[in-house]
Each structure stands twice: as C-alpha cells, then as structure tokens.
C-alpha cells in the first residue's frame, strides 16, 4: 500500500494534466487537421500568466480565471490573423504554428528573462491518504483538472456549440450546408483549445521549473495522446492520456525519466504501426 | 544523361523543366567550390568545410522531403547520432588509432541507419504520412536531444564531448584544413551527383508518382512503403556521415548537434533553396549560413525569432519556396504549375 498509492496519485497528476492538454489539442486536429505545434506555448503562456498575476501581488486563484481568458484572447487573435489561412495545407500549418512558437518563446524570454520563475502554489501541507503522507497541491490539481475536463465533455456533448463542433468534425461540409457557420466554429474551438491549455499551465506552474521552453515537453506527450487515443473524440483523449500518462508514470519508476519517455514513444510508434488512427478514432 | 532526359520528358514538361537546370548549377557550384581552397585558406576555409558538411546534412533532408513531400522534423536526430556515435566510439573506447576513425564512422553512421529502419518501418508501414509523420519525427529528435542530455555518463550531458580525433584512414590522417575541406567536398560532391543521377532516373520518378497518388502507384505494382522506407534510410544515413565527419572536423560534439532547432534550421536550408532541387539545399545552407552569423552577431535571440518569423512568411508569401517564387517574378507564364512541396 505504501507505494501503491503513490504510485497511483502520480499517475492520476499526469493523466489529468494530459487530459487538459491533449483535450485542445484533439478538438483542433480532428476539426481542423491542424497540427498546432505552439500549443505548448500556451501552456508556456498560462504559467507565465501566473508569474505575472504573483508578481503584481495577485493570488494563484486570480491567475487561474484570468490565466483561460488570455489563452482564448491570443488563441483567438492568432486563429483570425494566421492560422484560418492555413487550414487548407497541413504542412502550411506545422510551419506556421512552429514559426509562432519560436517567437512567442523568445518574446517570453525577452520578457521575463531566461532564468527560471519562481511562483507558489495555493497550498503548501500534504495530506494522509491512508497512512501515506501526499502534497495537498497534488490532490487539488488532480480533482481540478478532472472536473475541467468533464465541463469541457458536457460542453461537448449537451451545448449547442458542442453539437456544431461534433457535426463539423464529422463532416465540416454536411454541417455547413446544414447553416453551421465553419469560420466561427473553427476560431471558437481555436481558442477554446488555448484556454485549456493556459489552464493546464497555471496548474502545472508550481509543481515545475517555469520557463520560456516548458511547453515542449508536453507538447510531444499530448500529440501521442492524440495519435495514440485517437483524434477528434472525447474517448480518445481519455483512453490515449490514460495509455500515455500511466506507462511514463509506471516506467520512470523502473528507469531514468528520459529513458521513460524514449520507451512511451517506442510503444506509440509500435501502436501506430498496428492502428494508425488511434485506438478510439472519432 | 541524355537516356534519362529522354525518359523524364515522355512523361511530361514538368520533371525535366525542374531538374536539368538544378544539374547545371550543381556541376558549376561543384567547380567553384573545387578551387576555393585556392583563393583562401586558414579558418575561413574551415568554416567553408563546416558549411558544406552542414549542406551534405540538408542534401539529405531534401532527398526525403523534396522527393516525397513528407516533411521529417526529426533529420538532426540521424545528424546527431551520427556525430555522437563517432565522438562517442572515437573518446570512450580505446581503440586502436589506426582504426579508430572507420569504427567511429561506422558507430555513428550505423546507429542513424538502424534507428531510421526501425522508426521508418514502424510508421511508413504502419500508414502513416504527412502531418503525422512529421510529428513522430519532431518527437523522436525531442528524446534523442534528451538522451544526450540526460545520459552524461556516455554523451557528456550538456556540455557533450571534446577531444574527437580528425578523420584518418589507413594511416593518413585530415587534420589540415584543406585536406578535411576536400574530405568535406568529395563527400558533398558525390551524393549530390548521384542524388541528381538518381532522382532524374526512374526512382526519382516513382517518388514523384507516390507524392501525388501513392494509392495508384501500389495499384500498378510498385512496393511504395519499401521504396519510402529505402528513400529514407538512404537519406537519414546521408544525415549521419555529415554528423559523424562534422564531429571529427571540429573536434566536439554538443547536444545542439541533436536539438529540434537544428532540425528545425535544416527545413529553412532546404525550403530558401527550393525543395526537390537537390541542389537548391546546399546553395540555402550557405545563404542562410552566412545570414545566421550576421544576425546571431547582433543578437542571439534574434535568430529564433528571425527563423520563427521566416517560417510564417515563407507560407504565407511563398508557399513554393523561394527560388518558385522568384522565377515566377522573372517569368510570368500563363499556366501554372501546381505546387511542388
């Protein structure tokens, strides 16, 4: 029991980071087809949001309202100013987002400089959780990101604009003949994808070193949730971040981090020799 | 020569408009670069050598890329492990001098070749291509850069390796710029030519025929995932002797030689020369080369952004690459061609 709940409670952290993360992710790619490679930048962007928010002398819980409304606010800019114009190239769209993300990590640094931030979580103190002693934070983070993710599935699944998003991915031509304005779905959907991942980002902000290049790291993770579950569907970011996020938690145990995640990109690759779409494809 | 032409125009204007200008070019930049050595020497002519080493490893991007129009995010990590393997196999093992140089050539070279089969056999097999396949391989440059950081004890972490011996066989050894400039040239002139020769052939031509309809060119019998998979051994092993002797020329290996920017900056070699010209990569690795110093001397990070910037634009202006772009200016035809990616 002394290691299994651990051993659990780490694998529940990054499962539910990575479901925030790769949920953004997953609507954009299965939508749009866009690989958005700055979408690490926006978690970059949220963390950064609440190195700001602590600075002015804000609380965390002020950077964890205002951290989504900057990341819908760029998400929505860059989406209208770039990358509505590369929907119809998906090569276009790698090198436009990768472009974004080089700047946007230089601007940070420019910014804020390039040592690491130091910022501070809401709660220091752990917990027993059955006679194991567990960083409060962590719980929170766990039970916060999972309720973010099921408000992201009812907004998928019972809202009006969740229905357009759901025809669109299905079949973006049927659902605009059927009056469902694309360009709006796309930007909202866009944006929305950034604000989830900004929120990721402050939540992550006190457990990590907060730099410019932060956003890489999870990048990579939550494009294999996404190849790995499957693209567009709710079920897929579950059954990919529950895959990803369990194997390098198990493995870092055995091995090395790096190590860990050479081998979780070993099985994706071998998974995606046998189901090129994912497990649970939308 | 002329066979070839020959059989590239019965299958329209296209093949033959793009490639036997690129021909020309190559055997007049090969000439040109025969006889600097002439005019100058010392470090310049070293950082002339690094540069054609760096367009041997952009070479070998386009050959992949420029040929099927899948794009690999991944090229520095067959770059670096063919630089590692050598610094790694040339530093930590004691091995005889005389051999020394082959075996760290055949560690790093070796190593970029085995990972590209297996990466390669996985994904092109497995169906994957396009966006896809340029995120597998964006994240297999992310944790090789992390290997070579996070495993000090064999790479050297951060600060990497010193002390990589010059390149020496059969007892002669390329430690004087020019003799390691000529290794460089021979090198770079060789696989430019028989890319050239190649590509103008029938191989060149079924690549051709995967990039528009991979699906047809199965249906009419060619194994198309063996010939992608063969097309990007072949270019990823290219990648790995431009490491490995990259390695011995300056005599270190650094995780920057692994990193996504590097992979990143060879793109931007090959798109500013135009890719599928085969030619136009080494002729992009040394304008860029020569605007990386300037720019990077004004500010280091000036350069991301410059490259962050050059991407965008590169889209949104010149979605044909920038020598398309230009002869398009000087030229205005009335058809026009489709996008050659």
Known sequence: ?282 | MSANVNHTSAYGMRPLAKLKPSSLIAVLLLAVLAVLPVFIDGYTLSSYRDILLLGLFALSLDIFWGRTGILSFGHATFFGLGAYGMAVATTRFGIDPYWLSVVGLLTGVGLAAIVSVLVGYFILYGGVRGAYFTIVTLALTLIASQIAIGWSSVTGGDSGLIGVPPFSIFGYSFIDPTASYYLAFTLLAVCLLVALKVMHGRIGLILKAIQDNEVKVRTLGYRTQFVLLATFVVSATIAGLAGAIYATCTGFVAPDMIALLLSTEVIIWVAVGGSGTLTGAVIGTFIVWQLQQKISSYSVAAWPIFIGSFFILLVLLFPRGLPAFFLEKLRPRGKKEKAVQ
């Open chain 1, 1 to 282: 029991m002394d290691v299994a709940i651990p051993f659990l409670l780490n694998t529940l952290t990054l499962i539910s980071i990575l479901l925030v993360v790769s949920m953004g992710l997953a609507i954009i790619f299965g939508l749009m087809n866009v690989i958005n490679l700055a979408h690490g930048e926006f978690i970059t962007i949220g963390a950064f949001t609440l190195v700001a928010v602590q600075a002015a002398g804000g609380s965390f819980w002020l950077a964890l309202l205002v951290a989504p409304v900057v990341g819908y606010a760029i998400g929505l800019a860059l989406e209208k100013i770039l990358i509505a114009r590369v929907y119809k190239n998906p090569l276009h769209a790698i090198l436009v987002t990768w472009g974004l993300s080089l700047i946007i990590q230089q601007v940070l640094v420019l910014v804020f400089g390039a040592s690491p931030q130091r910022v501070s979580g809401p709660f220091a103190g752990a917990v027993d959780i059955l006679g194991v002693s567990y960083p409060l934070y962590r719980l929170f983070l766990i039970g916060f990101a999972l309720a973010v993710f099921a408000t992201t599935i009812v907004l998928f699944r019972k809202t009006r604009f969740g229905l357009d998003l759901r025809a669109s991915i299905q079949s973006s031509e049927m659902a605009s003949v059927m009056g469902v304005n694309a360009d709006k779905i796309n930007a909202r959907a866009f944006a929305l994808g950034a604000a989830l991942a900004s929120l990721a980002g402050v939540l992550l902000a006190p457990m990590t070193a907060v730099t410019a290049y932060m956003g890489i790291n999870y990048l990579a993770r939550s494009f294999f949730v996404v190849l790995v579950g499957g693209a567009g569907s709710v079920g897929g970011v579950a059954a990919g971040g529950a895959i990803i996020g369990g194997l390098e938690t198990a493995l870092s145990y055995q091995v090395p981090t790096t190590v860990a995640q050479a081998l979780v990109l070993v099985l994706a690759i071998i998974i995606l020799r046998f189901r090129p779409t994912g497990i649970l494809p939308a």
